[in-house]
């Protein structure tokens, strides 16, 4: 077994070689304050221009290597986290307050992304002939230079790999900025992986956005951006990086609508997926069920129904095994939602608390909340305009159809959203109407196949389909006629 601490503790990885740094920052377990996790590296712009230094030396060889290697190697990488998946899942929770359900099935997509991605970039890679043409013409692939990979702390292990390994499959170099609330998963397992990669093609920087993250983005020789977390700094690293042309890959903040149509099927599988699509990793989850509108017929039905199912859920520390929702995963988002609920009931707001707690005696030990129903609410209201990132849902009721339409699209962002009825031809016409990357019908949840990704329009994203787990987002394509 590979014991997970200290080797990342207030560690960073430049040009293959972990360093150790005096600044840092502590890491605590969001379902209990005062538990120590590990400490997170608060690095420096010199690190990070070390960092790129050694990215983009090691980009020189990285780039010309074949996808047969590339692949070989990722697929041998792929193998050695497979074995240690189980000591990462009980770290992961203590960092990020996810269940144990949930933290192990994000790590097992992370195994997925490598392997499968490997599969994907032998078939993807080979030359496209364009037929039709006064010459003949190929379209061949080449990596685009280095790449930073900036992600959250809400799903931190597959928001870093879903880029970085594409990323790299594609023959480019990287230097990774986790988030500073939850990056020893991640750094953890990078060690595993990065020793099946030359040295410098895997490099990793700690520290806060405001200096490490602004100095990788403002770096002229990085050239893809590939980031994920809110449309604030979405638009700041927008602008940071304007000093040269480099290529942005933005996965930003979402505030999905769900609509509930006269004739949905409000089953009891059904509603669960309703609370699913709102209460996974209690709310932080940039797609989940922000806004629920439903028809005034239903209303009081599907308001009912949802209060018996959220009776269900059991907070409390992910590690425990009874535990269906965990913890907030830091002070600040805590704070947040508890007074985002504070201000919903001073204009009046109806707020049902709901839920059960798994141990009452420690509750103000941890982030924990109880899930809220939020009714008695108009459409203008902060609640239904932000995006809360936490476990209260607002439920709005609607009379007419154009109308539940032109609320769901009044926001400025636009990830996802689902419609739910029994007809499958006015979905598709409803969903040809929302402004959202993906819309779902009765489910709001992720694509299953890692291969296909639709990111948010509007300010959610820089809309760009991928079916090849990514891999176009990081390559970019040349003609070649002869
Ligand atoms: P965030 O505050 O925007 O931070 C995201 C990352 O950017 C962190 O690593 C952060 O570093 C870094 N950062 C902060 N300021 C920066 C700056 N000026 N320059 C460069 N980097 C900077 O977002 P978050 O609170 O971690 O995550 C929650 C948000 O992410 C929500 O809005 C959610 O919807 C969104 N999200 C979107 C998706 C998607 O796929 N569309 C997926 C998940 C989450 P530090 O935190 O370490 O300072
Ligand atoms: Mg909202």
């Avoid at 797609?287 to 859920?313: G, M, P, Q």
């Avoid at 939020?374 to 154009?402: C, K, M, W, Y």
């Avoid at 689902?418 to 993906?438: F, Q």
């Amino acid at each position: 077994m590979i014991s997970v601490f200290p080797e990342v503790s207030s560690q960073y990885l430049i040009g293959g070689e972990w360093k150790t740094s005096s600044k840092i920052k502590e890491v605590r377990n969001p379902a209990k304050i005062t538990e120590f996790v590990g400490e997170v590296a608060l690095c420096s712009e010199t690190d990070v221009t070390q960092a790129v230094d050694a990215a983009e030396n090691a980009f020189k060889a990285w780039s010309r290597t074949s996808v047969d290697e590339r692949a070989k190697r990722m697929k041998e990488a792929a193998e050695k986290l497979s074995t240690v998946i189980e000591e990462h899942v009980s770290l992961f929770v203590r960092e990020n307050g996810k269940t144990m359900v949930e933290a192990k099935k994000d790590l097992l997509r992370c195994v997925e992304v490598m392997s499968k991605g490997a599969d994907t970039l032998l078939e993807w890679w080979k030359p496209v002939h364009v037929e039709g043409q006064a010459q003949k013409v190929q379209i061949r692939k080449r990596p685009r230079g280095v790449t930073a990979v900036i992600s959250p702390w809400n799903s931190p292990m597959i928001l870093t790999f879903k880029r970085a390994i594409p990323a790299i499959l594609a023959g480019n170099t990287v230097v990774i900025k986790p988030a500073t609330y939850c990056p020893l998963t991640v750094m953890s397992c990078l060690k595993i992986i990065e020793s099946s990669f030359p040295p410098g093609v895997i490099n990793i920087v700690t520290g806060s956005g405001s200096v490490v993250g602004e100095a990788l983005c403002g770096d002229t020789r990085v050239r893809t951006i590939a980031f994920t977390g809110s449309t604030e700094t979405g638009k700041k690293i927008m602008s940071l990086s304007s000093n040269s042309v480099k290529k942005l890959y933005m996965e930003l903040g979402g505030n999905d609508p769900a609509l509930i149509l006269p004739d949905a099927d409000l089953n009891e599988a059904a509603i669960k997926r309703i609370r699913l699509g709102i209460l996974r990793a209690s709310g932080q989850v940039c797609s989940a069920i922000k806004r629920v509108y439903v028809h005034e017929s239903r209303y009081e039905e599907f308001v009912d129904k949802l209060k018996k199912e959220f009776e269900r859920v059991v907070v409390g520390s992910g590690i425990q095994p009874d535990t269906t929702m965990g913890p907030l995963n830091n002070r600040s988002q805590f704070n947040f939602v508890k007074e985002l609920l504070e201000r919903s009931k001073q204009i009046g707001a109806q707020v049902e608390s709901i839920g059960q707690k798994l141990d009452s005696a420690s509750w103000e030990e941890g982030y924990f909340m109880l899930p809220s129903i939020v009714t008695n609410l108009s459409h203008d209201s902060e609640l239904v305009r932000a995006e809360q990132f936490g476990p209260i849902i607002p439920v709005i009721p609607f009379a007419d159809l154009d109308e539940a339409i032109e609320m769901a699209n009044d926001t400025e962002f636009g990830l996802r959203a689902s419609v739910w009825t029994s007809n499958e031809t006015a979905a598709i016409d409803i969903a040809d109407r929302l402004e959202a990357g993906a819309v779902f019908h009765n489910n709001h949840t992720v694509f299953q196949n890692l291969r296909l990704d639709f990111p948010g329009i509007k300010e959610s994203g820089l809309s760009q389909e991928t079916r090849w787990g990514g891999l176009e987002l990081f390559t970019d394509c040349y003609g070649f006629a002869d």
